[in-house]
């Protein structure tokens, strides 16, 4: 029989790669992921760093927008083979915010949903919307059959477990009822939540605002998620958050969000 052996898979709101390549580039090779979704990449395809990435055993696909947005699929254990650019009927299909590649016999979306600030407003109605869309792939996955994993920064707060101050996030689209509501829709469709289903009392975050020592005082919130198809939740052996590069100089405002499956 084939030996087992597990698979680990993050993902990573980068905000800014070319900006915060030293960052990256330094966790690729200290953390040493199989396969990473990237999110607010901020670049066009044009300015992806393809050869640095390339130098530290990395094979990339990535779907860019100028200034904002932008998201990338990286493995080294496999080229990506993509299988979607964008959600099916996305309400705005001039913003990058959702990949989807083949990877090892599984299939990644990797996604940067909508802030949704100012709540109420425009922005909110896109975000909902957004993620009416996203709920729909979602199903069709699921109803394929194939062993799937939905990553990256979904901009929800699922629960008041999930924010170090509930109060102080009450009126942010991230911690809207509306919000919430479709997040739990989402994991009710048969998705398992990796890090809640492991951790399931514990406070694990995954941003923190750069002011007011937010890090150094553990004042932040769990918005980057890791979904599991039912087939592929029975691999899960490990979840969490690799809070280390958050603590770098010039990095981003998240950490890396993980699992790793028996494969």
């Not at 951790?199 to 769990?222: T, V």
Request: proline letters at 8%; charged letters at 25%.
């Amino acid at each position: 029989m084939p030996k087992k052996r597990r698979l680990r898979i993050a993902s990573y709101n980068i905000n800014g790669i070319n900006t915060r390549l030293p960052v990256l580039t330094r966790w690729l090779e200290e953390f040493a992921p199989d396969i990473v979704g990237l999110q607010e990449l901020k670049c066009t395809d044009e300015a992806f760093p393809l050869e640095a990435v390339q130098a530290v055993g990395y094979s990339p696909i990535w779907y860019g927008q100028k200034s904002w947005n932008g998201v990338a699929i990286l493995s080294r254990v496999g080229d990506p083979v993509e299988t979607r650019r964008g959600l099916p009927a996305d309400p705005d299909p001039n913003q990058s915010r959702y990949l989807e590649a083949a990877v090892c016999g599984i299939l990644i979306g990797n996604m940067y949903a909508p802030n949704g600030n100012p709540w109420p407003g425009p922005k909110f109605d896109y975000k909902l919307e957004w993620m009416d869309r996203l709920h729909a792939h979602a199903q069709n996955l699921l109803e394929s059959g194939a062993p799937a994993l939905l990553i990256g920064d979904y901009n929800v707060i699922p629960t008041d477990a999930d924010v170090y101050k509930p109060e102080r996030w009450a009126k942010d689209a991230l911690a809207s009822p509306e919000a919430k509501a479709k997040f739990a829709a989402l994991v009710g469709q048969g998705w398992t939540d990796a890090i809640r289903h492991l951790h399931p009392d514990a406070r694990i975050y995954s941003f923190w605002h750069y002011w007011r020592s937010s890090f150094e005082r553990d004042a932040g919130i769990r918005i980057d998620h890791a979904l599991l198809s039912p087939n592929l939740a029975k691999r899960l052996k490990a979840a969490g958050v690799d809070r280390t590069p958050r603590s770098w100089e010039k990095t981003s405002d998240h950490a890396p969000a993980w699992v790793e499956l028996e494969v």
